[in-house]
């Protein structure tokens, strides 16, 4: 057995790419039994949010929240990081603060060396140890690919839950990360990515969404979500079904360094084409929207920024905290208009 097998040959996709397609997703929940008889559970999976929310008492609830995916880079402690990030990122999304986590683990037993393994399990207990939780236990198999992810477990307010329907006409919609980990995770497996464009992708995705947790209870914030595995549109649509609203959004938004030269020369993943046939007719293009841009804008975000949507009074309070908690680059990059008595369209590309 080699000491270095590369992990990503070990799978067929990597990061939040793996995800099912969002039209796949929906046929399969729509048969899903309505949580109702439980009266304690104030969100469920009705609503596409990012984490099912158990009410404890009159001041707690416990978020809950499971994630994990194959490798998107070949480091093992990187790829333990980014699966823990992206994790923990559900419980930060609904308001919440991280309390402990169990580790999901599934390894080619005999195609990967036990330091390997471990060196995974130690970056997501790194991650872990900068959100102040303890990895306090988990699960794990034999499995054809490598796959390492988190149950996450935090408390919230019962008063204070982020969810992705409270959007408020008028709402404008704040992205707190640049768009382009799929394309460069992508250029990754091409052999295309420099080291710059490596660090890049690596920084982005570990940079913890700790914003979330400030956001719960500030006046004026009325839906959160967060960015990942069905892209922009995708999740603002979800933002926009779940507030029965329109999500304007302009195409010009926040780009990562090198992406537009990369979607321009070819490396795009296979999931932004799947996103796309999956929810393109719900959305409308109001002016022509270059190929390359539709691709950003679809390109699945492996522990991507947080979509929030605020009152136009407060926007500049939450890009300002957005800064003062690293994400440099939060911009305003939409809103939410009008209610939409049909189906189509639900998000216009402006």
Not at 44 to 60: H, I
Not at 235 to 264: F, T
């Amino acid at each position: 057995m080699s000491e270095k097998v590369p992990l990503t040959s070990l799978a067929h996709g990597g990061g939040c790419g793996c995800k099912l397609a969002p039209k796949a997703l929906r046929e399969i929940m729509a048969r899903m039994p309505a949580a109702a008889a439980f009266p304690d559970l104030l969100v469920g999976n009705e609503t596409s949010d990012d984490a099912a929310v158990w009410r404890l008492n009159d001041t707690q609830a416990l978020v809950a929240t499971t994630d994990f995916f194959m490798p998107v880079v070949d480091d093992p402690f990187d790829f333990g990081r980014i699966a823990a990030t992206n994790a923990l990122s559900d419980v930060y999304a609904m308001g919440g603060t991280p309390i402990m986590a169990l580790a999901i683990v599934g390894m080619p037993i005999g195609k990967l060396e036990p330091d390997t393994i471990a060196r995974i399990l130690e970056g997501g207990a790194s991650v872990c140890a900068a959100a102040g939780i303890p990895i306090a236990g988990g699960h794990s198999i034999d499995s054809e690919e490598p796959i390492y992810g988190l149950v996450a477990l935090g408390l919230v307010h019962p008063d204070q839950i982020l969810t992705n329907k409270g959007g408020r006409e008028g709402d404008v919609l704040i992205l707190t990360k640049p768009l382009g980990v799929g394309v460069l995770s992508a250029a990754f497996k091409q052999g295309r990515l420099d080291a710059a464009g490596y660090e890049t992708l690596i920084a982005t995705t570990t940079q913890l969404n700790t914003l979330g947790r400030d956001l719960a209870g500030m006046a004026g914030v009325h839906a959160v979500t967060d960015v990942t595995g069905f892209g922009l549109i995708g999740h603002a649509l979800e933002m926009a079904v779940g507030s029965k609203l329109l999500a304007d959004i302009r195409a010009d938004v926040p780009i990562l360094p090198g992406v537009e030269h990369l979607l321009k020369t070819g490396a795009r993943t296979g999931a932004s084409t799947r996103n796309w046939e999956s929810y393109g007719d719900l959305v409308q293009e109001m002016a022509a929207v270059p190929h390359w841009k539709r691709d950003l804008l679809t390109d699945p975000q492996t522990s991507g920024g947080l979509l929030i949507a605020a009152a136009p009074s407060v926007a500049d309070a939450v890009l300002t905290a957005a800064r003062v908690r690293g994400f440099d680059r939060a911009a305003v990059i939409g809103r939410l208009s009008g209610r939409s008595m049909g189906i189509q369209p639900r998000v216009r590309l402006l």
